[in-house]
């Protein structure tokens, strides 16, 4: 089972910043965040990970609470092509470790 | 850098027919996964292949079967194909040692009749 929770759709306006919570309150230690989408019937494509420190790349920003606990995911201006379904998922990163999947989070970003 | 490639794009079959999905892995890449993914459900681990050994199951029958290539491309054989089997089949390559950080394929869709 997905060890993460998070709500099941959200709707965003076109230019403006996109937040996708991300609940994990059983995470361990030595889990990291990740966050994957998926555009209909396409692969799922990785957008940023971390551990504990809040990260950012070309894509989005990663905000980690300091209990760990919960996450953000921030895409700063949202476009038309970034409708689809966000995944947050917890996994020990090493070891081969496979991704569990949750129903992730439907984003609609509306013009 | 080529990122990661399957084929067919599309496949249908009837049941207890057997199929062979094929994966690319990215360039650089050492370890190939391989997920089901049902329609309206979020992909499900099926197993990883490493040193052309299968390394780790997710909880389908052994009637879903693998290999790993020494140039790291994968297959994954489905025997006895049921109506169930309908899905979106996702590769992902990554590298042990390395990061980890699991890259897909654009997956291929199959279809039981």
């Known amino acids: 089972d997905a060890k993460t929770t998070q709500p099941p759709s959200m709707d965003c306006a076109e230019g403006r910043a996109a937040n996708l919570p991300c609940n994990h309150s059983?995470?361990?230690?030595?889990?990291?965040v990740y966050w994957y989408r998926q555009i209909h019937s396409q692969g799922p494509q990785y957008i940023i990970h971390?551990?504990?420190n809040n990260e950012t790349n070309e894509m989005a920003s990663l905000i980690i609470t300091e209990d760990r606990k919960s996450s953000t995911l921030i895409l700063p201006h949202a476009t038309l092509r970034d409708t689809a379904v966000y995944y947050c998922i917890v996994r020990v990163e090493g070891y081969g470790n496979k991704l569990v999947f949750g129903a992730g989070t439907i984003l609609r970003v509306k013009s | 850098e080529t990122g990661v490639t399957q084929s067919p794009t599309h496949l249908i079959k009837t049941r207890g027919q057997q199929v062979t999905l094929r994966c690319s892995s990215q360039?650089?890449?050492?370890?190939v996964s391989w997920y089901q993914q049902a329609l309206g459900q979020g992909p499900q681990f099926i197993f990883q292949y490493y040193r052309e050994e299968e390394n780790g199951r997710g909880n389908f029958p052994p009637r879903f079967s693998g290999l790993q290539f020494p140039n790291y491309s994968s297959e994954l054989n489905v025997n006895a194909l049921e109506l169930d089997d309908s899905a979106l089949y996702l590769c992902?390559?990554?590298?042990?040692?390395?990061?980890?950080?699991?890259?897909f394929g654009p997956g291929t869709r199959l279809l039981v009749l």
């Open positions: 971390g551990l504990k």
């Open positions: 992902a390559s990554s590298l042990r040692g390395g990061r980890e950080t699991q890259y």
């Open positions: 059983t995470i361990s230690g030595n889990e990291y």
């Open positions: 360039s650089g890449h050492n370890t």
